[in-house]
């Protein structure tokens, strides 16, 4: 199929391919119309839909049915019509029911940031931050679960997770017999190993990259160092399992942790074997290629910001500028 | 009294039997159906009575029917939805027990119709009683020559299977119910594609009530456009309505829709008035799901007029002040009744029920049964009617499948119609454990409903 159907997203029209989703049509595009996204990951089929944090808003169905829809879409599961228009972030009615479901999100999270491993790389915490409220309306106990021992690699912090299940995709896919998945129901529903069995093969490590939150942190990393602390370098080895290009996290002389390398959506680009992620964590073991160029909103970047202005995209589009009016004047203020 | 389609001949004695059941005139529908129409004449049949889902949702059957894919060379299901957990709704189970064939007929009819060669029953876990019945049918019917190959010499064949779910309310969400069925954990799925493109197995299915199925059987008797006649406008025929609470004979009662709902609360045919002599409070009209109504509107419109029982009188004002025919749950509360407690149960069962599959249904219902406990034991807030009702905004619509709708509507309405109550018990922490609240100080003038800024 060579159709390309136009999709217009927050006043910005693009063409796609036919089937494209809504998510990778904005993601084409770039910049702050690209909605968040916690569940969905290109590279694992079937996930999304879950996390509702990329709810859109549906203004025009298509050039043959101008309808819109009547309920906001998760933009991840739902494929671009010819003619359609979308809008993102110059809905107030997708802002607010994306603050709901931040919210949610967030409601029963420890948010015990200060001593968790993700921290500073976490897409919940970037989400929160964008999204949030200042605090709190919930004033119960948070849930808690019982601890579960997954190996001697992984680490699995049950109160933290989001339920995104690219997890257990990862298992069911990428690795060669699913071991682990979804037990219990409704808000006890947990992430477990079967039978506690611990994750045994080469390729499970990947699900401490998909993971979101800091429900799944490497092991041989834990409490070793904030990441901001930490150098990002490029490397590649001859992996005769994997693709071997990595990313290394550098303290001073010593290699901290070793991830797979993360597009600009905090997507994997190619997964990664757990010889390569656990086992070499010595600069000869690895041809270097380089410093990895780090996004102007991480906080690893913190204290260089080159420059603070809006995405390019914002600039040229009068409805964007509107919507982001609060953020470019704070921009221009400095 | 209405006239009675599906309970028509219930208190004959062996109605569970063949033997019975074909002396009182069952599987005619099924001779006629196979002997002297076509399956689109059945589709069409059934587009004319006009017959609408009997699950809650009230979509057309026929519609659904001829919205069913039909490629080359793939099989296709219908599935019956015998998941029947509603709190409030017992209509389904009370027609299994006593006039099983009455379903079977309707499968076998409403199957060669689809021209789906496999057909299931999907019946809630907890019913085991039901499932025996149902198994112990259709084995009279296969051996009656209903069932099986080549059914009454027309050439037509059909395995119809009974399949025990594990008990799980969301497994009555018909994406749910399909996962379920095939093995899988019982998540709703995404959709589109709907079940009539790709549904079970990947095959396109038809999924049905059972009071939807067992109504195929008077509408290919009596035909489309007689069955039409019967109901008022676009809610035509009659619907099982489980009725409970505080009246004096509680029960499914077969209704012509369009009675009006005072004389099915007070009339001896039917719920026989208010127990005990007391006064009518609020009616939850369709199963829990639906917005709960005081009694001065569930007995009468905004306008004035009587309130009928039908998908659009019942449905008339909107959520402002009407409420959903849902599956026919009809749970009336007195003046001694809570209505906080009452929807603090309601919460209760959405919270523990929620697949825990999408954000906002998993952690909001969890929390609104947080506040609403809160509120039952004496210990709320004001500000918390405020939150309940910002809660239920903000997952009413945002969820994959209506479970979150569900629990949000219920939650929402009590809140409309009956802030004072509310308000009482954060006012009365004490009194309020001691006594309740009695009859509602009626919303007068009617509440607007609240909007998103």
């Not at chain 2, 019975?20 to 001779?31: D, H, S, T």
Request: glycine share 10%; net charge negative.
């Amino acid at each position: 199929m060579a159709d390309k159907f136009k999709v217009t997203i927050d006043g910005i029209p693009t063409e796609v391919e036919a089937g494209t989703s809504i998510l990778n049509a904005a993601r084409q595009i770039g910049g702050d119309i690209v909605p968040p996204a916690m569940c969905y990951y290109s590279k694992l089929e079937g996930s999304g839909g879950k996390c509702r944090t990329c709810l859109v808003k549906v203004s025009k169905g298509s050039e043959k049915d101008p309808r819109p829809m009547p309920k906001l879409v998760a933009s991840c599961r739902t494929n671009v019509m010819d003619g359609m228009e979308v809008q993102n972030i110059t809905s107030p009615e997708v802002v607010e029911a994306r603050k709901g479901v931040v919210e949610m999100l967030l409601i029963n999270h420890p948010l015990d940031c200060p001593i968790c491993d993700q921290a500073g790389e976490c897409h919940l915490q970037d989400l929160g931050y964008e999204h949030g409220a200042e605090a709190t309306r919930y004033e119960f106990d948070r849930r808690t679960f019982e601890k579960i021992d997954i190996g001697d690699k992984v680490q699995l912090h049950m109160t933290r997770c989001i339920l995104c299940y690219r997890c257990v995709f990862v298992a069911d896919q990428i690795t060669q017999k699913r071991v682990h998945g979804i037990l219990g129901r409704g808000d006890h529903a947990e992430i477990s190993t079967y039978i506690e069995k611990a994750i045994d093969n080469d390729f499970s490590g990947n699900v401490i990259d998909v993971c979101p939150v800091g429900a799944l942190t490497d092991k041989t990393f834990r409490f070793k160092n904030r990441v901001w602390f930490t150098k990002p370098v490029e490397a590649h080895r001859d992996c005769p399992t994997c693709s071997g290009k990595v990313t290394l996290w550098y303290k001073g002389e010593e290699v901290l942790r070793v991830t797979a390398r993360k597009d600009e959506f905090g997507e994997v680009e190619e997964f990664i074997c757990n010889t390569c992620r656990f086992d070499k964590k010595a600069t000869n073991d690895w041809v270097i290629e380089g410093p990895r160029k780090v996004s102007r909103h991480s906080v690893i970047n913190s204290n260089h910001y080159n420059e603070l202005q809006p995405a390019q995209v914002v600039k040229k589009n009068l409805e964007l500028q509107e919507a982001n009016k609060e953020q470019f004047e704070r921009a221009t203020k400095f | 009294m209405g006239r009675k389609l599906l309970l028509e001949h219930i208190n004959v004695p062996g109605i569970n039997t063949l033997k019975v059941y074909r002396e009182k005139g069952g599987y005619k529908a099924l001779e006629k159906a196979i002997k002297t129409m076509s399956s689109d004449d059945l589709v069409e049949e059934v587009k004319k009575s006009g017959l609408r889902g009997r699950g809650g949702a009230g979509f057309p059957t026929g519609m659904k029917w001829s919205f069913l894919a039909k490629p080359e060379g793939v099989a296709r299901y219908l599935v019956c939805n015998a998941d029947e957990s509603e709190p409030g709704t017992f209509k389904d189970r009370y027609l299994m027990t006593y006039i099983p064939h009455a379903l079977i007929e309707g499968m076998i009819v409403s199957s060669f119709a689809l021209g789906a060669n496999t057909s299931y029953i999907y019946v809630r876990g907890e019913m085991m009683p039901q499932i025996r019945i149902l198994e112990k049918a259709i084995a009279e019917a296969k051996e009656a020559g209903f069932l099986g190959k080549n059914i009454l010499g027309s050439g037509y064949d059909l395995e119809l299977y009974v399949q025990p779910g594990g008990g799980a309310y969301i497994c009555g969400e018909e994406t749910a119910l399909l996962e379920s069925l095939e093995g899988k954990r019982g998540n709703p799925r995404i959709k589109p594609p709907f079940p009539a493109i790709a549904g079970l197995y990947g095959c396109p299915t038809v999924v049905n009530n059972v009071e939807s199925i067992a109504a195929i059987v008077p509408i290919i008797n009596m035909g489309g456009d007689e069955y039409a006649k019967i109901g008022v406008g676009r809610s035509t025929g009659t619907k099982l309505i489980s009725a409970s609470g505080n009246i004096n004979k509680p029960g499914v009662y077969e209704i012509e829709l369009g009675l009006s709902v005072e004389d099915f609360i007070y009339s001896d045919d039917y719920c026989g008035g208010i127990a005990n002599g007391k006064r009518l409070k609020a009616v939850v009209a369709g199963g829990s799901s639906v917005p709960i109504l005081p009694a001065n509107l569930i007995l009468n419109l905004a306008n004035g007029e009587k309130r009928l029982m039908s998908y659009e009188s019942l449905s008339e004002g909107g959520f402002i002040t009407g409420t959903m025919l849902g599956s026919g749950g009809f749970v009336v509360l007195d003046e001694d009744q809570s209505v906080v407690r009452n929807t603090w149960n309601f919460a209760r069962f959405y919270s523990h029920e929620s697949c825990g599959q999408c954000s906002p249904c998993r952690e909001g219902t969890g929390w609104m049964e947080k506040v609403l406990h809160r509120l039952v034991n004496g210990k709320g807030k004001m500000s918390d009617m405020d939150l309940l009702v910002d809660v239920a905004k903000k997952i009413e619509g945002n969820t994959i499948c209506p479970l979150g709708d569900a629990a949000a509507w219920p939650v929402a309405s009590a809140i409309r119609h009956f802030r004072d109550e509310f308000e009482w018990y954060v006012n009365n922490p004490e009194l309020s454990q001691k006594q309740n609240y009695g009859l509602a100080h009626y919303a007068d003038p009617l509440p607007v409903l609240e909007t998103v800024e």
